[in-house]
């Protein structure tokens, strides 16, 4: 069975760095076509990808966060551990990790809410 | 790669017919998904690479297409499907359309 599960702040200043820690279970992040994904839904809104990480070690950012992401794992512990600079009130959403086949989220885990604010 | 999603909201009985379009700004081939999510859930995935259904889905969701356009069919509502839909593609990037609400009328 494969689980994931996110863990980190549920309220960060703005300015600051958010750090989430996805520790998964059920598959190993080396098995071909697999990945770890991270995804947010603001408030109402719709959801947006952020990152991925391959099987292969590959790592892949959206274009439009590129710059205040990144991706690092510990294969120690099952982790994969999203951090995000300079977090704004827009950046106000849950954050999902998820299990990738072939860049499908294909289990979730249950989100986690992050709030922005001073 | 822009995804657009229509209806935004449709509102249909049990045991109705759902029809559900996501039109792509560029061509996907058939690297398109669809998902499922309910108030309070994570999203659920529904089908993979235009028309297969992902584990445990049951056989009244459908999905057809390739290229820029697509199409969930859930043949025959149920209760639980009244939810949020959406569509995500794989080709540039990662990307999902904005979602369709299909409502209890």
């Known amino acids: 069975q494969i689980t994931l599960t996110e863990s980190g702040p549920t309220v960060v200043k703005p300015t600051q760095t958010l750090t989430l820690t996805c520790t998964f279970s059920g598959f190993s992040l080396s098995t071909s076509g697999l990945g770890v994904g991270w995804i947010r839904q603001s408030p109402g809104k719709a959801l947006e990808w952020l990152a991925i990480?391959?099987?292969?070690?590959?790592?892949r950012y959206s274009p439009s966060l590129t710059s205040r992401l990144t991706l690092t794992t510990d294969s120690s512990k099952n982790q994969v551990v999203l951090t995000m600079t300079s977090m704004d009130p827009v950046d106000t959403a849950t954050y999902y990790c998820?299990?990738?086949?072939?860049?499908?989220?294909?289990?979730w885990g249950q989100g986690t809410l992050v709030t922005v604010s001073s | 790669i822009v995804l657009t999603q229509s209806p935004a909201t449709v509102s249909l009985s049990p045991g109705e017919r759902a029809t559900l379009s996501c039109r792509a700004s560029?061509?996907?081939?058939?690297?398109l998904a669809w998902y499922q999510q309910k108030p309070g859930q994570a999203p659920r995935l529904l089908i993979y690479d235009a028309s297969n259904r992902a584990t445990g889905i049951p056989a009244r969701f459908s999905g057809s297409g390739s290229g820029t356009d697509f199409t969930l069919t859930i043949s025959s509502l149920e209760p639980e499907d009244f939810a949020v839909y959406y569509c995500?593609?794989?080709?540039?990037?990662?990307?999902f359309g904005g979602g369709t609400k299909v409502q209890i009328k």
């Open positions: 990480i391959y099987w292969d070690g590959d790592k």
């Open positions: 998820a299990h990738t086949y072939y860049s499908y989220a294909a289990v």
């Open positions: 560029q061509s996907l081939s058939s690297y």
């Open positions: 995500q593609q794989r080709t540039n990037w990662l990307t």
